[in-house]
């Protein structure tokens, strides 16, 4: 049996056939569908190639194998992951001028986002408190934060993301759905599921609030108690350039948190405010889209060592472009 007779024999209301999912996008304007291909198209290449810069240069680098820049390239890693779960699909259907999607592929993609922002989320947390024993601790640092715990903190994470994902998915699967179902993204959001299906979503909706409470409230409020002793620890600081310095370090991940909760509470904001529309989809680019494009320019230009890495990266990528770009032509007189 496929992956799509497992979940169509698993949906209730459902036993014969899956239903068929449709996604409108961001507009159904032809003028537009060009521009928005090559817009995302752009947006996307630049995430990857960011994110995996950022790891080669982490992985590379022997003075970045400390627990910061550990954690900071499992968090590019996470955002090349987020950005290609929705965004490839969204291509090739604008590319095809198709709308569908699979009921298995849609129920795929609402688990790996679910995942994959899970994790950004407890990644956050986690670097938030390497910055607060960095700087409240330093002296107890390389002790504290040794390698098996580091470890401990990434499998904790992945393993709490999957189980997370695991339960929402599972509650979508009890769901019934029309035969045809639109859904106003360029996605499969599960608000969006939830919004569509025939069945009472109350369960539903209650364990969004319960694992949202629980799973992703922890890690929001270990960046809160991690930052409040930062700051009171720097405040502390007798020396301008040690507060200077203590800022500095914690600039980077500081932005990104902001820039990843902010984007969060937007979407929050609008799924109450405005119904099912086109127009609610558009600021899910914002935490789907724009954090993991802005996380690898936010970390190369605030951190001077990060800097540094990458730059030698890019030059010597760029003579190797130069490189074989020059063979090729020398091949092809």
């Not at 609008?270 to 680019?285: A, C, F, G, M």
Request: with cysteine; hydrophobic share 50%.
């Amino acid at each position: 049996m496929g992956l799509n007779g497992f979940i169509s024999s698993l949906a209730p209301g459902n036993l014969t056939e899956a239903p068929i999912f449709l996604l409108l996008g961001l507009t159904d304007d032809p003028d537009l569908q060009p521009v928005l291909f090559w817009l995302f198209l752009t947006m996307y290449i630049v995430t990857i190639l960011g994110n995996l810069l950022i790891v080669l240069a982490v992985v590379s680098d022997p003075h970045l194998h400390t627990p910061m820049y550990f954690f900071l390239s499992h968090l590019s890693i996470t955002d090349i992951c987020i950005s290609s779960c929705t965004i490839p699909k969204m291509l090739v259907n604008i590319q095809t001028q198709t709308q569908s999607i699979t009921y298995a592929c849609c129920l795929a993609q609402t688990f790996f986002v679910i995942v994959f922002t899970s994790l950004e989320n407890c990644l956050l947390g986690v670097m938030a408190y390497d910055r607060y024993v960095a700087i409240c601790h330093p002296l107890r640092y390389t002790v504290i934060m040794n390698q098996s715990l580091c470890m401990l903190l990434i499998a904790l994470s992945l393993l709490g993301s999957v189980a997370v994902s695991l339960i929402h998915t599972l509650m979508v699967l009890r769901l019934s759905y029309p035969s045809k179902v639109l859904i106003s993204h360029f996605f499969c959001e599960l608000a969006q599921l939830l919004k569509l299906t025939c069945s009472d979503t109350f369960i539903n909706t209650l364990m969004i609030y319960l694992v949202a409470a629980t799973f992703a409230g922890i890690p929001f409020s270990g960046i809160i108690f991690s930052y409040t002793q930062i700051f009171s620890s720097v405040l502390r600081m007798p020396s301008a350039q040690g507060k200077q310095k203590a800022f500095s370090t914690c600039g980077s991940h500081l932005s990104v948190v902001l820039l990843f909760y902010g984007t969060t509470l937007g979407i929050y904001i609008n799924s109450t405010v405005v119904e099912t529309s086109r127009i609610s989809s558009i600021p899910s680019v914002m935490y789907l889209v724009v954090p993991q494009l802005m996380n690898p320019f936010i970390y190369s230009l605030r951190n001077k060592d990060m800097k540094g890495a990458v730059r030698g990266h890019i030059g010597r990528i760029s003579k190797l472009v130069m490189y074989i770009a020059f063979s090729i032509k020398q091949f092809s007189e």
